[in-house]
């Protein structure tokens, strides 16, 4: 009785707020989303828990189950079973390749009755808590190699066994756990490199290798140059140049591997990205369809259910992963205000209270929070208006889909209830 | 460190929230493109066609109407045609005609429906309905296509067809923006005139409708709907009865026939021989039909009455000895004989009187009415005295519309030709350098003078109302009667006092009851007032003309007959229009035996061995002419060559005894005009 006063009082109730204004406004959504105004479902109407919006308020109500049931739950579990519960779901990321259901080409679903898990959404939250975990050992320290390569090996393992199962969207995200790292004292030169490659990787893209290879050298020249002349010896020219000369072959590389290892259909995703008007009605189709969806809905949109690239059907996926499509449309961009608002709100404050975290265990699962909703939020929203290439990953706590609700309220809300305990987590380190 | 790690990592979140939302911005407020985007997505026009105006006729008999008809569509995705072999059977189409339109609706779209086959009639849709249960996935609209009751009038009401690439750009020049490609308008005729009203209004509907096209209701409770407005009813003047009749006497024969009632000017009858059946080209048949008669030798397509071109002959006497009365250079009981005029007349010596020339149409009595309308002014120099005394002719003859249009409710209307001083000092090259010697010929209708039936009739009717015509219209009224423009109420007044009438009708009534008019044409109760006139043909026979109105007193119908390659006159058209004036005063003929000989009469053999004549040197220039030319271009043209060789004819080298030929009507281009006349 005691506790619970406790967790009510020492809840934020901030995120709180941030997170219930995002359930709701992901439900009116999806019921707009799927809304056909011939046949309109109301909640008491037969027939109405078949639709997702009916399935999704069932989704929402077990996840008040859960959530109460994570409060409920002692907070030193989270920290003491951080590695069982890794290890866990790396056991049904495996079972899943076994046992699982296909479901639109993807082999990553559980089926129980006419709801579907999917065993690799909550694997971002286990491996969240291994990295914790391992972060949060006593002379861990990122600079070092060793202890870079296991973090590596704790990050690598999940993506690989949901690549097996044909999610590619899913894997992607696992690249998040670098803002982790980098806050956690990896050396600035990882993330730096890394959005060197995915610079290059877009550069080589939209230019020939030709005009890289000319801009690459004008670079290089340019730092020489620019240098102070005690700095400019021959090791450090020749290091630059051999920077220079590596970003040459990985934009070759880029290109061939593009040509030759990516299948047709990703290749198409790719080139959408950068030329939006390229084979509008296949790939192109979905992209185009989303802008327009989103663009006509102006500055105030069409108003609730008065959407007609929602109504009917033009957008493709609409209550999954284009939900923001429905923001768009119908509430226009006060609503794409609001939504992206209510992201930055939550993430800041995530980091705000990931900081104020004693133990490192809380901070690093904190900071592993905020890059996974990052990841999501830049993902899934850049896809919509053309900035990013259509990768199927969920927008969290608004796209339509059980697995994303649950994992995404439970990886938020075992933070929230680290943090309500933060001042009996003095760290033992 | 953290501090600045933590800092980098906030920094690069909202670094990307401004840009998201920059882009956003862009998206949704700057860019209006995804508007139209999501509008053609998502927003279906339909248009819904207006019901076309009806035509009736002077005694309310509905006489052009619309049928319903049936097209039948195919919806691809929804298409199985098990027999396809039967299938074909049953419409009447080749298998290769199915393939195409089933490949070609296919790749329109697969979900909605296209046109496959338009305009079924009630009787055929009746056949194949039962069969339809066999066939899923087409369906009949229902579409309406013009009629018309009465195949005598066709060049008059014209017909309605698929708008033109050249018409819709001019349309759009005009700055009208209402039609559309795939819209059909009046193409000729009065369909063409009263296209305005008769068209309507076309309604639009806008549906909203899901990305398989499927329609999800009216798009903002139909805010932006609008109802189609019918077209409205015309009520023509022509009594149809009469207008089948002049029709079927014209059977066999080129020309025409045009009755006015002159104390309106409304047209009675309008007739065009040879003539098609208008409902054919607004059918399926439209471009078989049209293409068959647009190379007819006899060209039907052409409406004669107000754009053909003739010259008027004898008939034009009677403008004449009015225009010498209402000057004074003659009085009724003027006389002149046959001496010293370089005419042949078989009129037998000497006209006594106005009445007696007339009577008689002697060529040598109205040279010298010319003369003195020319050199009766106070010039002395006979060149001036023939330059002034031209004038005022002109100006006096162009009051009985002869040279102008008259304004008549159809498109092409033809001005003709008068000779004016401007005209002549062209031909002559330079002022002063003519006179009455050099233009006698046009004294008696021939020369220069080009006119067209319908102003002959107008001209009939003007003697009829002893000195005053109301333009010649079609239309007595727009969905009521006496609803039109006022330019066909008002009375036109030819410039000449009405006491100066009385002889030359006299003169008429002579023509008919002894003078140059078969005995036949002559009615016991009803007397007729006419003129005859013939027009010379190098070619081969004459054209025959007859102008005419009656009764006498209070003249209730007046009438002009050209008949191509007749004849004589007064043999030829004047039993012609006697028929129609006794159809339209008694409502029925009595002569039947004269009415049954004058229907199955034939002039076509005349008609033809002409036109071969005349076509045989450019037979091949007029075959290339006539492939791509519309009928207005080919009769603009027709014009334009008819006036040049004129111009080339009336050289003043030419012949003085003869007569000059006369130009073939409407056709044939590039015919050669023997110089004539010599001094
Ligand atoms: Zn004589």
Known sequence: MKREEQISRNLDWVTVLIYILCVVAGWLNIYAAIYNPEHPIWIFDDGFFDTNSGKQLIWIGTTVLLIIAILVIDHRFYDTFAFPIYGFFLFMLLAVLVVGTEVKGSHSWFRIGSFQLQPAEFSKMA?????????????????????????????????????????????LVF????????????????????????????????????????????????????????????KNILAILGVAFCMGLFVTGVDWAINNVLKEHQRNRIRVLVDPDFDRKKTGYNVRQAKIAIGSGGLLGKGYLQGTQTKFDFVPEQSTDFI??????????????????????????????????????????????????????????????????????????????????WSFSILLFIFLKLDAHRSQMLSRW | MDEIRKRFIQGFIILIAILYIGRLFYLQVIDETYKLDAQNNAIRKIVQVPFRGLIYDRNKKLIVYNTPVYDLYITPK??????????????DITRSEFDSLTHLARIYSPVRPSLFLRQLSKEEYARVQDAMVDYPGFSFQISSLRT?????????????????????????????????????????????????????????????????????????????????????NLISSVDIALQDYADSLMQHKVG???????????????????????????????????????????????????????????????????????????????????????MKCHCGGTSSSIQLGIKNSCNPYFYNVFKRIIYNNKEQNLFKKSAVGLQRWNDMASKFGIGQELGIDLPNETKGKLPSVEYYDKVYKGPLRWKFSNIYSVGIGEGEIVINPLKMANVAAIIANRGWYVRPHLVKGINEIGNIDNKYKEHISAGIDRRHFEPVIEGMVGAVNAGTVAAEARLSDIQICGKTGTSQNKHGQDHA?????????????????????????????????SLCIEKYLKGKVERKAMETRWMNKSYLANVLSAKSASARPNKEVKATVEKDSTIEDYQLRNLKEELFKLDQANKPKAPVFKIPMQPQAVLPKNQKIAPKKTH
Not at chain 2, 206 to 230: I, L, Q, T, W
């Open chain 1, 127 to 171: 491996t969240c808590l291994a990295l914790a975990k391992y972060l949060s050992t006593p002379l861990t320290n990122l600079s070092r190699f060793k202890d870079q390569l296991n973090v590596a090996i704790i990050i690598a393992i999940p993506p690989i066994l949901i690549l097996a199962s044909n999610e590619t969207g899913v894997a």
């Open chain 1, 175 to 234: 690249a998040s756990f670098l803002i982790l790292l980098y806050r956690e004292g990896l050396p600035g030169m990882y993330p730096a490199i890394f959005l060197a490659v995915v610079t290059l990787f877009i550069l080589s893209l939209i230019f020939e290798e030709w005009q890289i290879y000319i801009g690459l050298a004008v670079v290089s020249a340019l730092v020489v140059w620019a240098m102070p002349r005690y700095e400019r010896k021959t």
């Open chain 1, 324 to 405: 923001f499509c429905t923001v768009g449309e119908e509430f226009g961009f006060a609503g794409s205000l609001t939504v992206v608002g209510l992201f930055i709100g939550l993430m800041l404050r995530l980091i705000y209270l990931a900081d104020r975290q004693k133990s490192r265990f809380a901070r690093v699962y904190g900071y592993g929070v905020v890059s996974i909703i990052f990841f999501h939020f830049l993902v899934n929203i850049g896809m919509t208006i053309g900035l990013m290439p259509v990768i199927g990953i969920p927008l969290p706590f608004f796209s339509y889909g059980g697995s994303s609700l």
């Open chain 2, 78 to 91: 929804k298409a199985h045609v098990q027999d396809t072999l039967k299938f074909c059977r049953l419409f």
């Open chain 2, 148 to 232: 018309y009751q009465s195949k005598g009038m066709a060049n008059a009401l014209g017909y309605v067809g698929e708008i033109s690439p050249e018409r819709l750009l001019k349309e759009q020049e005009k700055g009208n923006e209402y039609y559309r490609q795939g819209d059909y308008v009046g193409v000729t005729g009065l369909e063409r005139f009263y296209e305005d009203e008769l068209r309507g209004q076309r309604g639009e509907k806008y549906v909203m409708v899901n990305s398989r096209g499927v329609e999800k209701g009216p798009f903002k409770n139909g805010e932006f709907d609008r109802e189609p407005v019918a077209g409205k």
């Open chain 2, 256 to 342: 025409s026939v045009v009755a006015i009632e002159p104390s309106s000017g409304e047209i009675l009858a309008m007739v065009s021989a040879p003539t098609y059946d208008p409902s054919k080209l607004s059918g399926r048949t439209f471009s078989k039909y049209f293409q068959t008669l647009n190379l007819d030798p006899l060209h039907p397509l052409i409406n004669r009455p107000p754009s053909a071109y003739y010259r008027p002959g004898s008939t034009f006497k009677l403008i004449q000895a009015l225009i010498g009365l209402q000057l004074g250079v003659i009085s009724p009981s003027t006389g002149f004989g046959h001496a010293g005029v370089p």
């Open chain 2, 545 to 577: 003309i007859f102008i005419a109105f009656a009764p006498r007193e209070n003249p209730k119908i007046a009438i002009a007959v050209f008949i191509e390659n007749a004849g004589f006159g007064g043999t030829h058209s004047a039993p012609i229009a």
